[in-house]
């Protein structure tokens, strides 16, 4: 009975070899995969058989033949669209949706606004939302299943979200929730890891085995790749780069330390710093696009006032550079990447905050770590949670990343 254990798993094995191999380098022949998985043409033959009848490969057209005149054998290429899956992120201000196929192409995206949801009102709203979501489709039977990515201390294994502050969620079974009431297969991880892996097979930083993403907004939060693998931690909190100490008299932080990065590098520092400016009278454009109103400092305004080259803008971005540089430098110390990948909406595209970034990782890092080191923008876009939840489900589904 264990040999026919052993042989279903083989089979198994090959099989995911042997999709792996078309995903990646299709169109292919049969015998070309032989070559390259290093397996018989029958088993080829065989999981190819399984594998178009299941609507993962197709056939396609003829190659070149290999001596004049010979038969030219038939193509096989993978079918990314005969299955899907729907991509669910959380954020403090939505909760958004889309369809992903298996290339992790999204699309039919739908917004839900979070409306200031809370603590267990953000598991009904989002309940809510993947109602109307699939309410579209009449069959099912062609989803794979549903990923969602959010922000806070996420169990990925078990699907638990453990402690999320900014949405009052303590102890959630995400996954067990969503599967119970919709009957399909969840997974569930921290939108940074998710981001990182999506970084890592659909963006700036493919085939790479040792990456971090880092993403500026309300707060930093950070993903990691080490050894080719997320890096968790013992209970999938890792990560909390935002929370590292850069001045243990400094500001008090909301975690209850002092002096941590998140105060120093987030939409509400550069906040705080842009209002003490107003309140000193310090001349800035700031003061004349918000009319004097101190409530309608916001992102676009202090973007806008940084594209005029305002002085006091330039200061703050200056600052921000040289305090996200330094929390940098203790990363690259500490995990030796060779890709840093920048997320966050708030610096994105800005060449001046990169190069002053750069400059003092380089500079300040130990030197042989610096050698290849990379940083840049991300390149995902404005998908790119929907995006991490994609590649979160399909390094599952495939074992494999997606890159070539
Ligand atoms: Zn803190």
Redesign the pocket.
């Known amino acids: 009975m264990k040999r026919t254990g052993d042989l279903k798993l083989m089979q198994e094995l090959n099989r995911y070899l042997i999709l792996d191999v078309i995903r990646k380098s299709g169109p292919i022949s049969r015998v070309k995969i032989a070559e390259r998985v290093g397996v018989s043409p029958t088993t080829v033959t065989s999981a190819v058989n399984d594998l178009i009848e299941e609507g993962f490969v197709e056939e396609i057209g003829s190659g070149e033949s290999s001596f004049h005149g010979g038969r030219k054998p038939i193509l096989l290429r993978f079918c990314p669209n005969n299955y899907f899956l729907v991509c669910v992120s959380i954020s403090n201000s939505a909760i958004v949706l889309g369809e992903s196929n298996l290339d992790a192409e999204i699309s039919s995206k739908q917004v839900y606004p979070m409306n200031g949801s809370l603590g267990e009102a953000i598991v009904e709203k989002m309940l809510n939302a993947l109602e109307d979501f699939l309410s579209r489709y009449t069959d099912l039977t062609r989803c794979i299943g549903i990923s969602i990515v959010a922000p806070g201390i996420i169990d990925a294994t078990q699907g638990l979200l453990l402690y999320n502050t900014k949405l009052y969620l303590h102890n959630v079974d995400v996954k067990g929730i969503v599967e119970e009431r919709f009957g399909l297969n969840v997974w569930f991880d921290n939108d940074a890891n998710a981001l990182v892996l999506a970084e890592r097979d659909l963006g700036q930083a493919q085939s790479t085995d040792n990456v971090l993403f880092v993403t500026i907004g309300d707060g930093i939060g950070a993903g990691a790749i080490v050894n080719g693998s997320v890096f968790r931690g013992s209970k999938g909190g890792a990560g909390e780069f ?2 590292i100490t850069i001045d243990r008299n400094g500001i008090r ?3 209850g ?1 002092a002096g ?1 990065l ?1 105060n120093y590098v987030s939409w509400p520092s550069i906040y705080a710093k842009i209002y003490a400016s107003i309140v000193r009278g310090i001349p800035t454009v700031i003061s004349d696009l918000i009319q004097g109103d101190l409530n309608r400092i916001t992102p676009e305004v202090y973007l806008t006032a940084l594209e005029q080259h305002d002085k006091v803008a330039t200061e703050i971005l200056e600052e921000t550079a040289d305090y996200l540089a330094t929390g940098l430098v203790t990363l690259t110390n500490m995990f030796n990447p060779s890709a840093i990948i920048l997320g966050g909406e708030l610096f994105q595209g800005n060449h001046y905050f990169l190069e002053r970034v750069s400059e003092q990782v380089l500079k300040n890092a130990l030197n042989i770590l610096n050698d290849d080191l990379i940083i840049r923008f991300t390149s995902l876009g404005e998908d790119d949670k929907l995006l991490g939840a994609a590649a979160v489900a399909l390094n599952d589904v495939f074992h494999f990343s997606l890159s070539a």
């Open positions: 935002g929370h932080c909301e975690c330390n941590c998140e």
